[in-house]
């Protein structure tokens, strides 16, 4: 399958963005999806985390409150709604899915190609 990210930015301390990935391909069902980032010089960390069927979400501690996954079924796209955006939160973003690939017969990991999000103080 394949993710396609959207919705970065530039935006004000303070301020909101909404990504969107949207998710194709055939023949597929996803079980669980992840929001990652990367800042400069750091590693890559979970952001918000979610199964398929949205009994479970996880969040680091530093977005807690202020950012939230979702997904659309219908669209098979996930988003991440993030308020209150601060300077900590620059990083490239990812998407990520754990996906059965009914095609290809087997389960795998398939990410995003990152998207630039930055907060200006």
């Known amino acids: 399958v394949q993710l396609v990210e959207s919705g970065g930015g530039l935006v004000q301390a303070g301020g909101s963005l909404r990504l969107s990935c949207a998710v194709s391909?055939?023949?597929?069902?996803?079980?669980?999806m992840e929001w990652c980032r990367q800042a400069p010089g750091k590693q890559r960390e979970l952001v918000a985390q979610?199964?398929?069927?949205?009994?479970?979400?996880k969040y680091a501690d530093s977005v807690k409150g202020r950012f939230a996954i979702s997904r659309d079924n219908a669209r098979n796209t996930m988003f991440l709604q993030m308020n209150s955006l601060k300077p900590a939160d620059t990083a490239v973003y990812y998407c990520?899915?754990?996906?059965?690939?009914?095609?290809?017969?087997?389960?795998?990991?398939?990410w995003g190609q990152g998207i630039q999000v930055t907060v200006s103080s």
């Open positions: 391909g055939s023949s597929f069902s996803i079980h669980a």
């Open positions: 990520k899915v754990d996906v059965m690939d009914y095609g290809l017969g087997m389960e795998y990991d398939s």
């Open positions: 979610r199964t398929s069927d949205g009994g479970s979400t």
